[in-house]
Nanobody, 117 residues
């Protein structure tokens, strides 16, 4: 059974940092593409970052220079380091793990990030 579990969200002041984690089990993690997405209230889910292993990662313009995606295939884990957080970064953040053909694609349950003073 495949499980994808995010953690690390919380409440942080503007300018602060958080590191999100995404742990996968039940799959051969190294074969899969990985990414982080987010969904703010009343908005559609949007790409935050993809990649994290080899190649060049791809970031949304809004987070470039502030967020870093990384992964460890041996630990089947994906991370998102978020620095210089802004109130507009407030959202539920989701981890996506997807086979390169597009199927199967797995999502975690999401972790809430709130940036507020």
């Amino acid at each position: 059974q495949v499980q994808v579990v995010e953690s690390g969200g919380g409440l942080v002041q503007p300018g602060g940092s958080l590191k999100l984690s995404c742990a996968a089990s039940g799959i051969l993690f190294r074969l899969y593409a990985t990414g982080w997405y987010r969904q703010a209230p009343g908005k559609q889910r949007e790409l935050v970052a993809v990649g994290g292993s080899g190649g060049w990662p791809n970031y949304a313009d809004s987070v470039k220079g502030r967020f870093t995606i990384s992964r460890d295939d041996a630990k089947s884990t994906l991370w998102l380091q978020m620095n210089s957080l802004k109130p507009e970064d407030t959202a539920v953040y989701y981890c996506n793990i997807e086979y390169p053909t597009g199927t199967p694609s797995y999502w975690g349950q999401g972790t809430q990030v709130t940036v507020s003073s």
